[in-house]
Structure formats: structure tokens, C-alpha cells
């Protein structure tokens, strides 16, 4: 095993001082929605499949009552596994109609 040793003393030595090898908070740009804002995207994305992101981004205010990027709610909808998609645009057909389609393709194929 290749491990370098000033690895080893760094992981001893923080283990030593806060008794867990987890990582420290880093710096950087805090979240501008709380867990249960994002928990609440998820649910009203859920509830109604055809609402945008903008329109979501509109309605919904982050901490100290600011607004969020359309880019936020479709990063928040993303980590919760919803993927956008497009309704389908054309008639809607039923088995009848398939089979009926089917039969005048195999009539005039020849």
C-alpha cells in the first residue's frame, strides 16, 4: 500500500483533536434554499408535472426572502432524480387505431 506518510499523521493528528475523520465545513457560497424549500420544488414539481421551472423560480422565495434562478430549481429538481420532459404533442391512439394504421400500411406497402 503507497500511502504517504504526512497523510497518515494529518488523518491521526485531526482524529486526535475532533475525534472523526469526516471532513470539515469548507468555505463557499451558501445554499439559498433550505432543505425543506427543496423538499417543497420536489413535492409541487410532483403534484403538477407541467410546471416550469421559471414559473416555480417566481412562486418561490429562498432564505431571507430571496429570490431563487430558474438554473436553482432545475439544479434542486435534478438531485432529486426529476429530469424534465415535453408532453407528447400528437393524437392519442388507441389499440383500434394502431391496428387499423397497421392494416393500410401492409395494404399499400405492396
Known sequence: MNVNRTTIFR????????????????????????????????????????LSASASSRQTRGRKNQRISANTVRGRLSTSGIRARRPYIGPILTQRHRHQRTLWAQEHAA
Open 11 to 50: 488523518l491521526r493528528q485531526r482524529l486526535h483533536e475532533t475525534n472523526t475523520l469526516s471532513d470539515r465545513p469548507r468555505s463557499g457560497r451558501p445554499r439559498c434554499t433550505t432543505q425543506r424549500q427543496d423538499r417543497n420544488l420536489v413535492r409541487n414539481h410532483m403534484n403538477n408535472r407541467f
